[in-house]
Every structure is written in C-alpha cells, then in structure tokens.
C-alpha cells in the first residue's frame, strides 16, 4: 500500500563552489493535514558512507505541497570527466502517530557547465567540447532495441572515442543512458521529441511545453546533464518564438544548467538581425541601411553582402538619399556603384551637386540593367553637397532595395568611402548625412531632410548560462554541412570560420561525413536475427538488390572482388574523411565545441561512426581518436596532388587544450618522399605563452606556428609532412599526405586529336605540351581519327554540327565527350546524347550523405590508382556531382558512383559505348576544369586519347547506306535532321 503522506519528486542542487545543496522536496497527502517527519541524508552513492543528517518537523496540507530545505558538504568531491563522483540524497517522510513511511532517494553531483570567457567551462576549467549526437535509433525495435546492450554500448564507444558529451537530439534519453552517463563522466546534450521539424498548431504550445518540461522535470537531478536543448534547425516563425518566450518556465524547473534555444541558429535564415538603417520613427521606408556583420543577410528577398550599404525609396515617392558635403575646396573624383539587391529593383538613381543632376539612371527600367555605374570629376568648395540618391522608378515603392558603393577622391591622396564610413549611431556622420528628398517627378535637394531614427536589428540571443533568465549572445553556432570530397576551398573555409562577431566564439553543433550503408550484411544481419521481413530489413533489401543489378550490369567484379568490398572500402575510407574535417576543426581558434554528425547510423542511413548493428566501421576509433586528441598538430599540405618543383604551402597548428604548459618546445618539421628520402627538415621552436600577471586572457586553443611554400623536387609519388615534438609533448595527428607527379613521367600522345567544339583554350594547352591537334574539318578524313569534344557545339551548332561528327564515329573514328555540357539543348542535359535510351545526367548526394565513386583497371586509368573506390584525397577535384543515369549498359563501365548512404541512386563516370563501326567515351569527371593545374586531369586526358587512338589504324568502313534510317529508328531524327529534311 502506498502511505497518505508520501514523496512525489526530489529536486537536488548543488553548489560546486560552496557546498551548499537546495533541495526541493514535493509531498503529496491524500488524506488530512498532518505533521510531518522528513528525514535526510546525504552519502556516497557508491560507498554508502553518510556524510550528514538531518531532521525536520513540517505541516502537511492535505493535497499537493512542496518542502524547500539547504544541506551542507564541506570540501564536496567535484563530478568531472575523469572523476564523476556521485552522491546520493535520501529522504524519508512519515506522518507523526503513523508507522508508515515513504522514501525516496536520488544521486546527483557537484558541478559547473557554462560559456564564460570565449569558452565552454566545466567547474570552472576550460574545455573543448567534443560531442555526437544520437537518435537512439536501432535496428528491428527501432527506438526499442532488440539488443538491450545496445543503448549503452553507444556511450562507452563514444567515451572510449574521447568524446566528452553526447546529443541526446530531439528525444530524451532512456532513463538508465543517464545514469550511465552519470557514472562514466559523459556530459549530456538533452532535446525532447518536440525539438525538431514541427509544425505550428492550435495545441503547439501545450503540447511543446509538456515535451520540454516534462523532459526537465524527469532529468533535472543528473550531473552528466548539462545542457537542456529546445530547438533544432527551426526557422524564425511561431514554433522558434514560442520557444524564445518559454524560457521562463524552465528557469522555474531548473536555473542551474546551460539552455541551447535553436542549434544551428535557422532563426537567422530570412531575419534582417545585424541590419542597422536609419528611418523615420513611424516606418521603416524610406531609408538608408547597412549589413554590420561578416556574413550576407539574406531577408525579405534581399541580400546584403557583408559591409555592403543600400537604401531604399519611401511609400509616398519619397526618395532615399546619402549625402557628402566637402570638408575643403577640392578637386576629387566621384565613383558611384548603384546596384539592385533583390530580384528586380526598379528604380531611379541620380546624383547631384548642389542640387544640380549630374547623373541620372534606371536599374531594371527602359533596357537598362541591375546595374549602373558613373564616375565624375567635381571641383567642390567647401560645403557643397553631393547627393547620391535612389527613386521608386516605376511608380511601385516595393522591392527596390539598391545597394550603393560611393568613393570620394581627393586630389591631395584622401579617400572617402560611404560604406567603409557608415555609423549606426550618428547622423550627420563627419561627411555623411542620411536622409530623404520630398516627393516630386525629379528629387529636389532642397527638400533634405535627416532621418531621426537609427536602429540595428539585434540578433537573438542562443544561450542562457546557469543562474541566467535571459537569452544572452554570448555564443554563435553552426552546421557548416560541406561537399565531400573536401577541397582546398572547403578546408580553408573551415579552418577561417568565425561567428557572426569576430571576438564571439563558434559551437559547430552539427557537421560531419558518411559513408554508404553495408547493404550486403545489414540485409544478412536482419536474416540472422530472424527478423527478414520487419520494415526497415525489407527496405535494406530493396536496395541491397538495386545495387546488385548495378553489379551485374556493370561488371563491377572487375573492381571488387565481390560485393561486400565495395561496402567495406567505403565504410573504411570514412575514417579518413573525418580525421580530414577534424583536422580543420582543431585548427579553427575561434570554435570551442564540435558536436559530430552522427554517432551512429540512423534514420536508414550511413551518417554514423558505427553502423545501426552497433558494428564499428574500420578506422573510425583510431580517427576520432587521433582527431580528438587534447594536444594535437594539425598539418596542412595545398595543394594535396601538385606537379615537381612546384610550391606547397605546408602549414602546421598546435590544438592544445590547455595540455602544455609554457614554455619553449622543439620541434623538427620534415616532408619525406617515396623513397624514405627527406626532401625537406626544418627545426622550430613552437613557445606555449603563460598568462599575463592580473590577467585573465588565455593563449588561443589553436596555435599556427609554421607556414612556409616548399618546392619539392622529387619523383613522384606520396609524401609525407611530418611535425615531432624533440622532447616535452606527445602529439597525435603527426603526418599529412600529399602527392607529387613528374611531368617527365605523363603518358605520350602522338596521334594527332582532332577538336570538335569551341574551346579556346583547349588548342593551346594542347600545343604547350607537343600534343598535335588540328580543329574537325567538314572534309571526309582517309584515316580514323582521335574526336575531342568540349566546350559547345562549333558553328552552325544543332543538327548540322553533329551529323558530321557521328558519322565519322559510325565509320570507325573514337570521340571522347570531355565535358557532358555538350549534350544538352537548353531544356534537357541529354537531348544530344548519341543513344536511343537517353536516361539523364543527374546530381547524387554530396554531403554528410554522399555517393561512392569507383574506377576499373583501364587504359584510361593507366598509372593511377585503381581499382576500387577513388581516393578522396587524390582524386579531390576530379571527382564530379552529377553521373550518367538510366542508359543501356555501355560496351565498358569504366568509372562509376554509388549512393548508399541515403536511399539508393547510381549513375557512371566514364562509359564507353559503341556507335556504328566506332565508339565515343561518355566523362562527367572535372577534367577540363583542371587542366593547367593538376596533374591528375592531365594524366586521365593523356590517357583517354591514347584510349582513343587504340583502333586509330584500322581502316575506315563506308558509312552505311541506310545510315539515316538508322538514326531514326535510334530515335536520334528529332536531334540530328531538320524537320522536312532527310539524308
């Protein structure tokens, strides 16, 4: 039986730096008021030993009722990542004159988590936070686990992985993930199910705040939690408001942890926030305003570029004016940039000199452009007014946003510049004023008037620290999703990332790479669980087989020995992009924490570090590992695949979290070549700064200490740039890999290629490097011949340019289809293919979800790696987004992709198929957009022609008679004849 008087919840908090617990206790009575006994302890929650003990004596209304009491530790023992202590607090209630009693007790632990500093701290310790998040998604049971180990394994792995925090994103975590989390010292991320992709209803509220407090309420005791989580990916609109204005409700339940409003900050997606614009104080147009962060601002179909200045005319037909008035007499030079920023800005742009037009322009008005320029020479006197000033055009006053570039040159060498000079704050600004000219059919200088009211539009607030009531911009977040593969461009741009403040620190809470999803053993996975025919396994199936089909009419045992190779070198090859996106994300100073897209696979696809059976993928523990790593180098090679004797800008970063005391470290930089050989070694001394007497400042977490361009000269082949700490630190992250390619050692053409299409540059790179070409001549040719196509089809262009092109394939010449552009008529990418099944070009994922890309060995692949999947990291650039799809199978698939990370979708790289007597290669590969500039294009198009000219000394055959007949029962007549027209 349950007693009248009994404990309904136990709410515990400490304070880490006094020892001070506040406890609220709630008591429930189901029959009179009576007086209470509450008893309570606190103890070891692994020992048992009892640290203190106390009694109270209350009056206990019948019904609900809550008990509010303070305990003391002294000297509390901290829960820390390393040392998650636990303590446990019982209370005992009974009703005097009654022997029964009810008892309740909790652990819960002292500690700290906040953003203070520029940084994430825990117990007042700076950390980097590394998390992943979780779905808790599992096979079979999908949020029941078939396994029960499974759930639990997911913490220790990532644990093991050196993660200090997991995700738990949108949906709570099961009750005993918590206290295990508790136990092993892993820091908890919490979002409830109401977190993500939610639509506003009439019940939104109720139901979003029960999802959200009852979520706190059940959780609010455990020390591994330390974030609450509302939102996810949610645009500005009712659900983010509502959730910006429930911050209140959960300071009542708990002030003690770090609240996360919106991951990702979607709120920012169409929101005008770091926009300052002067205005009248009634409306906000007409107006002059100004982008002040570092980012474009894209809101009410207008985008701003960072720093960029526009204004916009009045309802009324008022005009927007920026005003100079010269501070001297002087002669300068005016240069004017009048610019639409939305879709189509139709508007009137003047400037005048003391009220006299000296310029007059339309944007997107009477055939005139997005754009107008003017330049002027102007002899001022001190005090004369330039205006430069933007009209609604056409009569319609909305969206005419115009941005305006101005500079002023002096004679004597000074420059001013409206953009580089806005202010926020004042008006007149020096020699910038802000305002409005009166309505009228030409703007009337007279008529100037200063605009009263400056406003920014403030960003809203993403976090609130413990103790905190409000939502402060203390920290900025991201989900800096990037193409795979990484190029040069992308690592840059993750290592150079900053918040939309320059001094605020970044949390990239989501980012990460896949791989494809193991179709051949997830499906024999299901079959061993004797679960074959549950949704998900019926689902794996389908495009298990798909991919099976692909196998086969593809002949993709010529790259793989069997099927599951694919699978394995994909899940294999994931490792490496990670460590590559870690490396990036370690050599950023402004990032603080990185939590890692996705923990495991779930929602049906490959985001994970293990796979939805809980099987680690090869090399992912020793990757997160290495990338997690507190003291790490992070090495840089650009470009990754490069030509002899030209420069590679190495670059090496210490992340140090705080791990190296200061100090002076040797270090000995080297770059060794295929052979073993040093081709480079460069002693430095890397100095660890120490903190300043009375100051609070702290050295960066990432250290740039060495930047240098290095030619090498070597044979070709894989290098290794390496940093070694001489003595004092042990580093991870050691080496990078970059490769260097002899020009010397590229495969000769001496078959003379012959150009089909309008490429200007294409006869040039040619002839640098002593290919022989000539361009296709409409004369009928006496031997085969070597066809290079790209860029557009030659003049007339259509029909009459590629009939004579086919007919010398059909009569036994090779064409090779370099750039696929080729094929397409404007409104299908394919209208020109040469098939009679045309299938499409299409885009497969490139993301965190991406395809798998793989070669044969093939002539046309002669000296590169293969086969097997392409290498990430040598084939970077070439590697395409869009394949050939839904063709007949070629005469060779010879390079191909497959997506298996998220449905199922495939398509080929290069393909060569037979027409008439001849054949022609099909390539999506980025070949001619590299060419100058690395030496992997050039090696795969010196191969292709020799490909090409394989059968270049056989004879010609006739064309055949029925040549034209056969074009149309390809159903190529719609493309290669003119209507009425025949052969």
Request: negative net charge.
């Amino acid at each position: 039986m349950v007693p009248a008087v009994r404990v309904t919840e136990v709410f515990v908090r400490p304070d880490w730096q006094t020892g001070d617990i506040r406890v609220q206790i709630g008591i429930g009575n189901a029959s009179e008021p009576a007086t209470g006994r509450l008893q309570c302890a606190v103890a070891s929650a692994a020992g048992g030993q009892t640290f203190l003990s106390g009694r109270i004596d209350r009056a206990i209304p019948a019904g609900q009722s809550r008990i509010e009491t303070q305990l003391h530790v002294d000297n509390p023992r901290l829960w820390d990542l390393s040392d998650p202590f636990l303590y446990r607090l019982t209370v005992r209630l009974g009703a005097e004159g009654s022997d029964s009693f009810d008892e309740q007790s909790v652990r819960f632990g002292f500690r700290d988590f906040r953003v203070s500093n520029s940084a994430f701290r825990l117990n007042g310790k700076r950390i980097f936070l590394r998390s992943s998040h979780t779905g808790n998604c599992c096979p079979i049971g999908l949020e029941m686990p078939h396994d029960p180990d499974y759930l639990r394994r997911d913490l220790i792995n990532a644990k093991f992985m050196r993660f200090n925090a997991i995700r738990f994103i949108s949906g709570v975590a099961k009750r005993y993930q918590l206290d295990l989390c508790d136990e092993i010292g892993l820091m908890v991320y919490e979002e409830s199910y109401a977190g993500w992709c939610m639509a506003y209803s009439p019940k939104f509220d109720s139901r979003f705040d029960e999802s959200v407090l009852g979520m706190i309420r059940r959780d609010r005791n455990h020390p591994s939690v330390v974030m609450w989580g509302l939102l996810n990916e949610t645009p500005d609109g009712p659900v983010f408001q509502h959730a910006v204005g429930l911050l209140g409700a959960v300071r009542e339940l708990d002030d003690t942890r770090l609240v996360m409003l919106n991951s990702g900050r979607w709120n920012f997606n169409n929101s005008v926030s770091g926009i300052a614009s002067w205005q009248n104080a009634d409306r906000v147009d007409p107006c002059v305003n100004f982008n002040t962060t570092r980012e474009p601002v894209r809101a009410l179909g207008i985008t701003w570029a960072p720093g960029q200045m526009a204004f916009h005319p009045g309802r009324d037909g008022e005009y927007a004016a920026v005003r100079w008035t010269a501070p001297a007499d002087e002669k300068v030079e005016v240069a004017a940039v009048f610019s639409s920023i939305v879709e189509r800005a139709t508007t009137d742009v003047h400037v005048l000199h003391n009220g006299r037009a000296v310029y007059d322009g339309l944007i997107n008005l009477k055939d005139a452009g997005r754009e107008q320029k003017c330049g002027l020479p102007i002899e001022v006197r001190k005090g004369d007014r330039i205006d430069f000033i933007c009209g609604y055009g056409n009569g319609e006053y909305g969206a005419d946003t115009t941005a305006l570039a101005v500079t002023i040159k002096t004679a004597g060498g000074k420059t001013f510049d409206a953009a580089a000079e806005f202010s926020g704050g004042q008006n007149p600004n020096s020699v910038w004023s802000y305002g409005q000219l009166a309505p009228g059919p030409t703007p009337n200088a007279e008529s100037f008037r200063l605009f009263p009211v400056g406003r920014v539009e403030k960003r809203q607030g993403m976090v609130s620290n413990p103790g905190s009531k409000a939502w402060e911009d203390i920290l900025d977040d991201r989900h800096p999703y990037q193409r795979v593969p990484h190029t040069a461009d992308i690592i840059r741009s993750l290592r150079t990332m900053r918040g939309a403040d320059e001094a605020m620190p970044l949390f990239i809470s989501e980012y990460g790479i896949g791989s494809a999803c193991d179709l051949m053993r997830l499906v024999n996975l299901y079959e061993q669980a004797g679960k074959p025919e549950v949704e998900d396994a019926r689902l794996y199936r389908s495009y298990r087989d798909q991919f099976l089909a692909d196998w086969e009419r593809w002949k993709m045992a010529e790259a793989f020995a069997r099927p599951e190779d694919f699978f394995a070198q994909s899940n294999a090859r994931m490792a490496g992009q990670r460590l590559l996106g870690l490396n990036a994300i370690r050599s950023n100073p402004a990032v603080v924490g990185f939590s890692l897209t996705g923990t495991l696979d779930q929602g049906m696809t490959a985001e994970g570090l293990w796979t939805t059976f809980r099987e680690l993928k090869s090399g992912t523990a020793d990757a997160m590992f290495d990338g997690f790593a507190p003291l790490r180098w992070c090495l840089f090679a650009e470009p990754v695949n490069v030509y002899r004797n030209t420069p590679v800008r190495l670059e090496a970063v210490l992340a140090n979290e705080d791990v190296l005391a200061p100090g002076d470290y040797p270090v000995i930089l080297q770059v060794v070549g295929p052979q073993n050989n040093r081709v480079f070694e460069k002693k430095i001394t890397v100095t660890i700064p120490g903190r300043a007497a009375g100051s609070d400042s702290e050295p960066p977490m990432a250290l740039p200490v060495f930047s240098e361009d290095v030619v090498i000269d070597g044979s070709g082949g894989k290098y290794r740039f390496t940093a070694t700490f001489q003595r004092g630190a042990a580093a991870a992250g050691e080496c990078m890999e970059f490769f260097v390619d002899d020009p010397a050692s590229m495969p000769p053409v001496e078959t003379e290629v012959v150009i089909w299409g309008d490429d200007p540059g294409l006869p040039q790179w040619l002839a640098d490097r002593k290919i022989p070409s000539r361009p296709f001549s409409p004369a009928q040719p006496r031997t085969r011949e070597v066809i290079l196509v790209c860029g557009k089809a030659p003049a007339p262009g259509g029909a009459a340019a590629f009939r004579p092109l086919l007919e010398r394939i059909a009569r036994g010449s090779t064409a090779v289809f370099l750039c696929p552009e080729v094929f397409s008529d404007g409104k299908s990418n394919v209208a020109c293919l040469p098939l009679k099944n045309k299938g499409s070009l299409v885009g497969l994922p490139s993301w965190l979800y991406h395809k798998e890309d793989w070669n044969k060995k093939h002539a046309i692949f002669e000296g590169l790696p293969a086969p097997g999947l392409m290498d990430y990291t040598y084939y970077r650039e070439i590697l395409p987004d869009i394949v050939f799809a839904g063709q007949d199978p070629p005469l060779e698939a010879v390079a191909g992709a497959i997506n298996a990370a998220i449905g199922y979708s495939s398509g080929l790289l290069v393909a060569v198929h037979r027409f008439g007597e001849g054949k022609f290669v099909l390539n999506t590969l980025q070949i001619r957009q590299n060419l100058g500039s690395h030496p992997v294009a050039e090696r795969l198009l010196r191969n292709l022609l020799r490909y090409a000219a394989a059968d270049s000394k056989n004879p010609l055959v006739p064309l055949p008679a029925d040549f034209a007949q056969q074009l149309k029962a390809d159903e190529m007549d719609l493309i290669w004849f003119e209507k009425g027209k025949s052969n």
